[in-house]
């Protein structure tokens, strides 16, 4: 392992599982379902826990290993572990503390498979939740109730890209003994660090901007060292484990997070400009924008404004899918983070389970796309959304 770094950089390139015999530079792949003990009494005292090492890759696999250990100094954690993908992630941080009669405090934007583990998974183990909204924060804690364990939040929040401010909402979980658990997928470590203003437990989906190039499923939660215990213990009697190969291939992504993110960012602001001043466009939503509602916590709390820019094309639902279908080369697919810039369509995809009532009130509206801004040359990004725009004018306006 190389000695921490004050540098981002470094550390997320420069932190390595030992070297083996074979003085490779890179770390290999272990491609093995278990390990081997020097004798008896080295198993005994793994299993108790006595002494630290591999037993089995659904517990432990260095590759894993040495991707939680640049995570936790990127995020300024002092655990983590890997999981399968970004919703195991998401589902333990939270039910690895709960049990049945507790209640979960969270804020109404959240990802959809985030709102239907709450909302669904949850109540059938008799664990309530209460939603409270970005907009009126005096809401908050009058719902914070006497069996009330988690306080559950990202931001900036998928896809309205709404902001929360860390550091109060810290204070409040902090107030009131909640566990404050905050999702940075879309920030990641490099643009905020949810730690520094009193989160105990950060998740992150790893296949977003983590991976960044659209190759792998993977997820990872960093917290405290006893808040990942418990996180560990579920996870290891459950069995959402990453594999040793998606485990290698986000260590090495890391290596690239930081210029990949400026790139994003840098992408995604100048998009987001364009789009702000086109006629065709009825509202923009970036966070790094002036016209963002929280543009002033934005910038205090994140370093860059981050590689999503949600927008509505005039017209609604129906002109924003003949827009969608006139894209040429940015992808429609459901996902982000990529090298390759992506469309989603959130109301009839990722967020499709919610209702309509429930959308409108996280500022999901019927025609609102989300791009997920890449790192082509931002001229061609913007030539093609420009010509996808022009095509999809209704011809009642075109003859008028």
Known sequence: MQDNSEHFETNAIRTQVTRSGEREHSAPIYATSSF???DAEHARALFANEQEGNIYSRYSNPNNDEFVQKMCL??????GIALASGMAAMFLSMASFLKAGDHVLACRSLFGSTHQIITQVFPRWGISHTYVDI????SWETAVQDNTKVLFIETPSNPALDIIDLEWAGKLAK?????????????????????QFGADVVTHSATKFIDGQGRTIGGIVLGTKAAIEEVRFMARHTGPALSPFNGWILSKSLETLSIRMEKHCDNALKLAQYLEKHEEVSFVKYPFLPSHPQYDLAKKQMRLGGGLVSFEVKGGVNRGRDFLNALQ?????????????IATHPASTTHSKLSDEERMAVGISPGLIRISTGLEHIDDIIADIEQAIRASVPATQIQG
């Open 74 to 79: 990127l995020e300024g954690t002092e655990d």
């Open 135 to 138: 907009d009126k924060p005096d």
């Open 175 to 195: 107030k009131h003994e909640l566990l404050y658990i905050v999702d940075n997928c879309f920030a990641t470590p490099y643009l905020q660090t949810p730690v």
């Open 329 to 341: 080369m940015i992808s429609f697919t459901a996902n982000l983070g990529d090298t390759r810039t």
């Open 36 to 38: 081997v003990f020097n």
